[in-house]
């Protein structure tokens, strides 16, 4: 079974940068499809931003665009979100998720495409 491990989160204040980081225990991340989910208490899980594999061209939700920003370093097995400008709105469990098929784009956003998720990391942003 594939673990994934994400780490990075924490407390900040609005207008601060986090930087989470996800690996996989089996595998490159180039071979997964690697995406980003969040939730915050009481809503629904929501995409955040996904890369397919064998690609380095990242998506993002038009949430988070301009701000948040997916990459993958091949040579240290991991996939980042970089988060710039937070705000509180941006509070939730943060998921890593790794697919092993080959999605089309209209299928990076739906939590069905990805096989093996992580156990999440609570970013929490204060006002």
């Known amino acids: 079974q594939v673990q994934v491990v994400e780490s990075g989160g924490g407390l900040v204040q609005t207008g601060d940068s986090l930087r989470l980081s996800c690996t996989v225990s089996?595998?490159?991340?180039?071979?997964?499809?690697m995406a980003w989910f969040r939730q915050a208490p009481g809503k629904q899980r929501e995409w955040v931003g996904a890369?397919?594999?064998?690609?380095?061209?990242?998506s993002h939700a038009s949430s988070v665009k301009g701000r948040f920003t997916i990459s993958k370093d091949r040579g240290k097995n991991s996939v980042y979100l970089q988060m710039n400008r937070l705000e509180p709105e941006d509070t939730a469990v943060y998921y890593c998720?790794?697919?092993?098929?080959?999605?089309?784009?209209?299928?990076?956003?739906?939590?069905?495409?990805?096989?093996?998720w992580g156990q999440g990391t609570q970013v929490t942003v204060s006002s």
């Open positions: 998720a790794a697919g092993s098929g080959n999605p089309i784009t209209s299928s990076l956003p739906v939590p069905s495409t990805y096989d093996y």
């Open positions: 089996e595998g490159s991340v180039n071979t997964y499809a």
């Open positions: 890369v397919k594999r064998n690609s380095g061209s990242p």
